[in-house]
């Protein structure tokens, strides 16, 4: 009798925690005059992220390795109208990562939105990855995310709010095969990004982990590819070039920034990613198998072995063809050509 007459108070309980998050996602984060910081933001998913941040009135300042593409990143935005703040900084480093922080909040006060966005990629099998390319995918998708919540979390919990986004990946939920560095850092970043969220929620500060599906971000040219490159950039910017698969970058970038002002914990982006996720909460096993079939017809080890090569000196007839149309178009728009 007891188990029966606490039910109702059960169902009565989850309707209220329902009700209210739900009233939480309808009060929109008010985006005007706040200070919007990303990283990895003079190209790709990144850049179209600031024109979004900037076009709702934010004050966004961009952050990357490459002085030249951040300064080419702010030219194409001030053609469109749109203003923004550039500095220079290694995310891998804790101090540089401090300083530009501290700098920042002298300049403009907290930050309000922090993204985490930078990323590197690395293509190839596993026969061909290196410890250093292990680290260098930690460095870039864990630590320096990591270094940067640090700083600006003080800021945000002496103002009791905040917004942080946490760019993650579809391989963040899946391992990927030869993307294993990158996959495995990016879990890594998922588990981080979760587990700050709920500890500082009690700060009214909410954090968005985000889960992308294959995006048209123009980034093939300037990844990384390891052991037959050639082949490997083929079929990377192949996939990464079909319509009902993939999503432009400018879209992505739409719904993340809905995503961070409703104060969403989490986003996967596409349908097929959102398929995938499932398929793998569902029948793990089976998805693994599939994923063992798909890495059967991927490029085998060879070529430049353990050395790394660019996309953009990985070309082949099938790249410069009319079938990567869309990924040529993204990199035009995204600012990904700067350094070609």
């Not at 001030?78 to 002298?106: F, H, K, P, S, Y």
């Not at 993204?115 to 870039?140: C, F, H, S, W």
């Not at 079909?242 to 432009?248: D, G, S, V, Y």
């Amino acid at each position: 009798m007891r188990n029966k007459a606490a039910l109702p108070l059960l169902a009565f309980g989850a309707g209220v925690l329902l009700a209210y998050g739900a009233t939480r996602r309808n009060r929109l984060y008010d985006l005007k005059n706040k200070n919007v910081l990303i990283t990895g933001g003079s190209r790709g998913l990144g850049f179209a992220l600031a024109r979004e941040f900037a076009l709702r009135g934010s004050h966004v300042t961009v952050c990357a390795r490459d002085a030249n593409e951040l300064r080419e990143a702010a030219n194409l935005l001030e053609r469109d109208g749109l203003q923004i703040n550039t500095m220079t900084c290694d995310i891998t480093q804790e101090a540089d990562v401090e300083a530009l922080v501290r700098e920042l909040e002298t300049k403009n006060g907290p930050v309000d939105v922090l993204v985490n966005n930078a990323g590197r990629i690395e293509v190839g099998p596993l026969e061909t990855t290196t410890i250093q390319d292990y680290e260098k995918a930690m460095a870039t998708h864990f630590w320096g995310p990591l270094f940067f919540m640090q700083a600006a979390l003080p800021g945000m919990v002496r103002q009791d709010a905040g917004r942080i986004v946490n760019i993650s990946s579809i391989g963040g939920k899946i391992g990927v095969p030869h993307l294993t560095p990158y996959s495995g850092s990016k879990f890594a970043l998922a588990g981080l990004s979760e587990a700050v969220a709920a500890e500082v929620r009690k700060n009214n500060i909410f954090v968005t982990t985000v889960y992308p599906g294959l995006m048209r971000t123009g980034s093939p040219c300037n990844a990384n590819f390891k052991g037959q490159h050639h082949k490997e950039y083929t079929w990377f910017t192949l996939s990464d070039s079909t319509p009902l698969i993939t999503i432009a970058a400018v879209r992505a970038a739409r719904k993340i920034v809905h995503a961070c002002q409703s104060g969403r914990a989490s986003l996967v982006i596409t349908p097929a990613a959102k398929l995938a996720v499932l398929a793998h909460a569902l029948m793990p096993e089976t998805l693994i198998n599939a994923l063992s079939l798909v890495n059967r017809l991927l490029p085998k080890a060879g070529g430049i072995g353990s050395n790394t090569a660019k996309g953009r000196d990985s070309q082949t007839l099938l790249t410069r063809s009319p079938l990567t149309i869309l990924t040529k178009r993204a990199a035009a728009e995204l600012n990904q050509m700067s350094g070609t």
